[in-house]
């Protein structure tokens, strides 16, 4: 049996892979550096354990939520509005 791939190409599939790993990656170091500039501005300085104790308030996670969606959003948008186009090209035809 077949996997179904998702670009409809196995090396398409693949490249996604990569880009995906690549893009959680760098909104992991993005998110990070936030927090290190959110540190330094209180305290002036940051230790490893500053950054494994810190604790996000609610509106702090809320917020790094909303940042990771449009971050996904922005990386997903050539897919997903390629597939959009398609999507609107069979509703041409029907």
Known sequence: ???KNFLD???LD???KVLLSLARETYILKDR???????M???GV???SDLSDYIYSSSERNQAKKQSDEFVQN???????DYSDLSDKDDDRS
């Open 14 to 16: 693949t490249v996604m």
């Open 1 to 3: 049996m077949s996997k």
């Open 75 to 81: 990386i997903m948008m050539p897919i997903i509005s």
């Open 41 to 43: 501005d209180k305290k």
């Open 46 to 48: 940051v230790s490893k």
């Open 33 to 39: 550096l936030s927090l290190i500039e959110k540190i």
């Open 9 to 11: 190409n196995n090396n």
